[in-house]
Every structure is written in C-alpha cells, then in structure tokens.
C-alpha cells in the first residue's frame, strides 16, 4: 500500500505564537507585573475557549528570570479537600525548580525556604482525616487544632491559636529573604477554572486571599465570569437576591442581582482586570492560518481546509464573533469524519456538520435528525423562492433568519440540496457526539410516526387497513421511546410519559369510535384520528429540543 500524506487533528492546547493581538496585550500586562510593587491579581476575563490559556502562557514567557513562574491548574486538584494545600506545594515545587539553575548558595537559601513551605504543608494536611460512609462516599473531616498544632509548638501561650494565622506567620517567614536571593516576584497563573464546579472555583479563588499580605506575590487568573456568578448562586442562594438586586435598583439599571453581586466580588478580588475582545468574523483568515502554522499540517491536508472548509467555517461565528476553541473542535469533527467514512461526500458533510455546529439553527439541524427526508424537499423548494417550505418541518422555521437563508441558498449548500439520502451523513455526525444517542433515536422515532401520517393523509381514500397500519406505527413509536427512557436517562423530558400516554388513547382498540357505516364516516374518522397524533407528535418533537438545549446549553455570545 503507498504511503499516504499525514492527517492531524489540531491539539486544543495553548498556541505558542499566539496572533491576534495577544503578543502586544502579553507584553503590556508583564510589563505591569514586572514594575509594580507586588501583592496585587490580575484577572483574565473571558468565555470558554476564548484564549486565556494562550494568553497567561505569552505573559509568562515575558517576564524573565527573576520571577519564579508558578503555574497552577485548578482543575486538576479541584478533588481535594483543601485547596490551598496543592497550592501551596505547587509553589514550593516552582521555587525548587527556579533554584535548580543558581549557584548552590542561592540554591541552598531558596532550598530552605521551600522546605518551611513543606512543613506549613505538612501541618495544613495533618488535620484531614478521611471518614468512609456509604459505599462509595467519602466524608472529610478537619482537625484544626492538629494542624495548629504541627505548626507551632504545642502549649506555648506566645503561640498562634488560629491555623491561619499559625500559617500566615509561618509563610511569611518563608518568604521574606527569597529578594535577597535574586527572586523578584512569586507570579502565580491559576488557570482552567471554567472546569471547576462553580463552588471548588470560588474556593480557588478564597485560597489565594492568604496570598495577598505575603511580600512578594501576584496572582494572574484566566476567570470566565460566568463561573463566578454560577458560583454566587450556588454559595450565597439568598443573599445574592438582596443584596445585590439592591445595589442594582439603586444604580437604575436592570442587572442580575447575581451577575452585580459577582461583579463586585470579582473588583475586590482582581486589582487589574483585563477582558479579552471577541474575535470577530474578519479575523478568520489570520486565526485559521495562525492554527495551520502551528499545527505543522501535510498540503493535503491544508489544501482541504483552505479551499472547501473555510466558506463553511465563516458561518460558525455567531453574531459576527469567533471561539478559536470552536473552530479547533470544528475542524476536527470534520477531519474524524472523513477519516472514518472516506466514501461521504465531503461537500454534504461540511454543510450539515455546519448546522449541527451553530446552536441557534439547531431547530433545523433538529428537524433533519427527525425527517431527513421531509428536510430534503423542503430545502429543494426554499432554495427555489419558497419562504415557508421549512413550516411542515416545525412551526419554528416558519421564518428563516437572514444569516441561514443566505447560507441556506449559497452554493455551499448545493451538494445537501442534491443528496438522494442524508441518513449516513447525519448518522456520521451524530456519532462524533453532537447529540445523546437516546436523543437521536427519539427523534427518528418521532419522524417515523410523522412520515406514517404524511403517506396516510397522502391517499385519497384511506382504508380500514391504512388506519390499522397508522395505529400499529403510532403504538410502535410510543414502545420504542417508553423502553428507551427512564428518569434515570439524563435530560429525561419529565413530560414524555405523559404525551406517551396520549398516543396509546388515540390507537386502543377499547377506546376508539364504533367502526362508521358509510366511506365518509371512515374518512372523518381517520382525518381526526390523523390530527390528534400529529398534534402530539409536534409537542413531542418540541419536548425533545427542550431537552437537548438543556444538556448542550448555548455558548456564551
């Protein structure tokens, strides 16, 4: 077998050239850093995948040798019962790692400083204690009088009582020569806390106030502030109304009392913030060849990218703005899915990976995972200059926005318009996890039961044996979807059952009309029966998006 030209996926890591602007934005902040007296935070505000990795690693190689760089990963030590103990031993770790270079003087003095933070360690975890409940549940306990105890010598009044102030003493101590050795600055980068649950990054950010009355220390934190405010609502339920929907009244203006309440919780906290601007559309090019460069792509590879995905990439900004880490996950949904099935038509799979990808057109992309086949004539006839020919599909799509109906009939879509049979490409997709499977097959459930009742009302004179076989469909779909879905499934519709139970009135035998003595009365008999489950099949449908815009939220703008 020749060899073929290497395939990447592009790593979701943060960019060692950043673009953008980001080199200018990290040279001004390490600036800051390097010139102003310490025991001050920076924040670094933005959403999910906007680039505060990126941009908190460029500060970091800007600041130079004199600053022991400690990089601190939040989420991977959110199981901890105490997070100030990780914290604390990442720093001693970072000291040890900034000596290894000096001479063995220096080494010795900043050695020694390390080990008084391993014993402040020391002391903070001799007052855990694990406590094993229920199977598998785990209960922690704190000793604080143990802890005081390991860091100061038990019994002497002149001692600290509070195991904060025992560590404060004990730290600062640690920390006073490390100028004298040639250490400036102890710069902390807390990063990946929108992976924390919201509590364990508030208690993040709760550790790092021991921090700021130590000499020495700046702490640069990448923050979505959503997270902050998910937070306030989970720790502070009541006080978050009050007091902030006051301060917000008070201003006359109308803001979230948990959203003003994270804001003012967030300016006590970061004494210099920065918010990374939205990428928008026109930067694209740049940060597409910024992710090509980087990634070291094969020209085949490149060549693929530039010349069919990119007119399909430009509609995944959503008002106008770009998340690189979307456009990463983009390009590698499209890359696993050519690389499983080569015989897809790749000009099909750009354009409905394309709609799976914006979640405000997911009611479309939800309308084709339902009746692929209704979807394919309706898209014939939209393109043709039928405004509404997407209503049949959902009430929804009665009105198409601007921004689809210009994709929708530009010559990206030509292929999806023109395919025989959608069922493989959405099959494809789906199985790079844009939606749950027991979501998926509900909807083809769902669709199947549609398709029944457009061929029945398609004929001219149903028979007793077309309504038998609209009866059998219908009490099919509902068994299908009663075995698939328990309230253990998660994103059970707490409604389905309900709706479920109205198929099955609708086709038992017990409950339906007197078999009519004339052809009319069959024909009224199967119009109502026909209207009666295709009204439930909608509310069904309608159910099924609300439970998938529940599991996969929007992203934020």
């Known amino acids: 077998m020749p060899p073929t030209d290497p395939v990447k996926i592009l790593i ?10 980001f080199e200018a934005t990290a040279t001004a902040l390490a600036q800051i850093i390097r010139d102003s007296p310490p025991r001050f935070a920076v924040g670094i505000f933005g959403n999910w995948g906007s680039g505060k990795t990126t941009l908190m690693h460029e500060i970091d190689r800007k600041l130079g040798k004199t600053v022991v760089s400690v990089q601190f990963n939040a989420w991977r030590y959110e199981r901890e019962p105490q997070l100030l103990i990780p914290l604390l031993d990442t720093v001693r770790g970072a000291l040890i790692e900034w000596a290894a270079e000096k001479d063995a003087d220096t080494r010795e003095r900043v050695r020694s400083a390390a080990r008084k933070v391993g014993r402040i360690i020391r002391g903070l975890a001799a007052g855990l204690s694990g406590e094993v409940g229920l199977p598998g549940a785990v209960k922690v306990t704190y000793d604080v009088g143990k802890s005081i105890d390991t860091l100061t010598m038990s019994g002497e009044p002149e001692q600290p009582q509070s195991l904060y102030v025992a560590a404060f003493r004990e730290l600062s101590q640690a920390f006073t020569d490390l100028g004298a050795q040639g250490v400036a600055k102890i710069v902390v980068f807390v990063d990946d806390l929108d992976r924390c649950l919201p509590d364990n990054a508030l208690d993040v950010i709760e550790s790092m106030k021991l921090f700021f009355d130590l000499p020495g220390f700046v702490f640069v934190v990448g923050l979505d502030e959503e997270v902050v405010q998910r937070a306030v609502r989970t720790r502070f339920p009541e006080m978050s109304g009050r007091a902030a929907g006051t301060a917000a009244a008070s201003a006359g203006v109308a803001v979230a009392p948990e959203t003003q309440m994270a804001r003012d919780y967030l300016e006590k906290i970061f004494q210099v913030p920065y918010r990374l601007p939205p990428m928008v559309a026109g930067q694209l090019k740049d940060l597409l ?12 590879q490149l060549s693929d990218f530039r010349e069919h995905v990119a007119e399909h ?34 000009d099909i799979v750009l ?28 898209l014939i006839r939209y393109r043709n200059g039928d405004d509404r020919a997407f209503e049949d599909l959902s009430p ?24 025989d049979s959608l069922d493989l490409y959405v099959t494809s997709l789906e199985s790079t996890g844009r939606t749950p499977s027991w979501l998926t097959s509900a909807y083809r459930e769902i669709g199947r039961l549609r398709l029944e009742i457009r061929r029945i009302r398609a004929i001219d004179s149903p028979t007793v044996a077309d ?13 299908k979807l009663e075995s698939q879905l328990s309230p253990d499934v998660p994103g ?13 009135t609708i086709v038992d035998p017990a409950q339906a009309a007197p078999q009519p003595d004339s052809q009319d009365g069959l024909q ?23 439970s998938r815009s529940a599991l996969a939220p929007a992203p934020l703008p």
């Open 289 to 300: 060849e910024a992710m090509y460069n980087e990634a070291k792509l094969s020209q085949v």
């Open 12 to 21: 979701d890591s943060p960019s060692v050239k950043p673009s953008l602007g």
């Open 313 to 346: 990439l430009q509609y995944v900004a959503v008002r106008g703005q770009i998340n690189p880490r979307e456009v990463k996950r983009f390009l590698n949904t499209y890359t696993l899915q050519t690389l499983v099935r080569p015989h897809l038509q790749r």
């Open 396 to 419: 929804e799509l009665g009105t198409v926005q601007d921004e689809l109906a210009t994709y929708l009939r530009s010559a990206a879509v030509d292929k999806l318009a023109g395919a």
């Open 492 to 504: 059970f519709p707490a409604a389905l059952p309900a709706l479920l139970g109205e198929i099955r």
């Open 467 to 479: 309504r038998d076989a609209l009866n059998r469909t219908a009490s099919e779909v509902a068994s």
């Open 351 to 378: 354009p409905l990976q394309t709609l799976a990808f914006r979640y405000d057109w997911r009611v479309l992309y939800d309308a084709i995972l339902t009746d692929s086949i209704l979807f394919s004539d309706a």
């Open 524 to 546: 009224q008999l199967i119009t109502d029966s026909l209207a009666r489950l295709d009204d439930v099949a909608t509310r069904i449908y309608r159910t099924l998006r609300i």
